[in-house]
C-alpha cells in the first residue's frame, strides 16, 4: 500500500505546473464567489474549494486511472501481482491519487478553521473523512464498473460539475427558495459544505456521515479491483 501511494503521489505532483493547474479552477471559484458577494459568502466558497478538491480526486481523477489502468495498461497486472491484500491495494491507490490535493485541503481547512473556531475542527474533519470516503467509493464503483476511460471521464466530469457547481456548495443555500434548499441539502456535496463553513443545520452532519458509509461500503464492495 506504501509503495503505491509513493507512486502516484510523485507522478502526479511531479512539477509546479501540474499542483498549480489541479487547482485552477478551486480557486478560481473562491475569487469570484468572494468578489460577487462582497466577502460575504468567503467561508461558503473556501469551503465549497475543499469539497470541489475531494470530490474531484475521487470522483473523477481516481475513476479516470482505474478504468484506464484496467482496459489500456499492464500496470492493472503488475499491482495484482504485488504482495498484500486487495484492500491494500485498492486503499493504496485511492490515498495516493488523493494526494496533490492534500496541500490544499490541509491549507482551506486550517483557514475555515481559524476562521469558525477551533471547536469546528472535529466536525470539519469527520465531514472531510466521510466525503473523501464517499468519493473514493463513487471513483471506484465508476472506474470497476466502466468500460472506456473516454466514456468514464465524460460521466465522472458530469458528475463532479453537476455536484459542485450548480447546488450551493460555494454559495450559502439561503439564496435559494427553501423548498429547493430542502432537497438539494440531501446532496453529499452540500451537506459536506454545510458543515465545513458552519452554515449547517443538525441534520448536515447526519446527511454526511451516511454518505460517508455508502462511499465505504462501496470501497469494500469493490477492493478486488474488479466487478
Do not use: C, H
Amino acid at each position: 500500500m506504501i509503495a503505491l501511494i509513493e507512486y502516484y503521489a510523485r507522478a502526479l505532483t511531479r512539477g509546479r505546473f501540474s499542483l498549480i493547474s489541479f487547482a485552477l479552477q478551486p480557486l478560481s471559484f473562491i475569487f469570484i464567489v468572494y468578489v460577487v458577494s462582497g466577502g460575504m459568502f468567503l467561508n461558503t466558497a473556501l469551503a465549497g474549494a475543499l469539497v470541489s478538491f475531494v470530490v474531484g480526486v475521487g470522483v473523477a481523477d481516481l475513476a479516470i486511472e482505474l478504468v484506464g489502468m484496467k482496459t489500456r495498461s499492464r500496470f492493472y497486472d503488475i499491482i495484482m501481482s504485488l504482495p498484500g491484500s486487495s484492500w491494500r491495494k485498492a486503499l493504496g491507490i485511492s490515498i495516493g491519487m488523493s494526494v496533490p490535493a492534500l496541500p490544499y485541503v490541509v491549507l482551506l481547512t486550517v483557514i475555515l478553521a481559524w476562521r469558525l473556531g477551533v471547536w469546528a475542527f472535529p466536525r470539519m474533519l469527520v465531514a472531510i473523512v466521510a466525503l473523501w470516503l464517499w468519493s473514493a467509493g463513487i471513483g471506484f464503483l465508476l472506474g470497476v464498473k466502466g468500460k472506456e476511460p473516454v466514456q468514464v471521464m465524460r460521466l465522472s466530469n458530469l458528475l463532479v460539475t453537476g455536484l459542485t457547481v450548480f447546488p450551493p456548495v460555494y454559495y450559502p443555500a439561503s439564496v435559494l427558495p427553501r423548498w429547493l434548499a430542502k432537497i438539494l441539502a440531501f446532496l453529499p456535496t452540500v451537506s459536506a459544505s454545510q458543515v465545513l463553513s458552519g452554515t449547517d443545520g443538525s441534520i448536515s452532519l447526519v446527511i454526511t456521515l451516511f454518505w460517508g458509509a455508502l462511499g465505504m461500503a462501496f470501497l469494500i464492495r469493490f477492493a478486488g479491483l474488479e466487478g
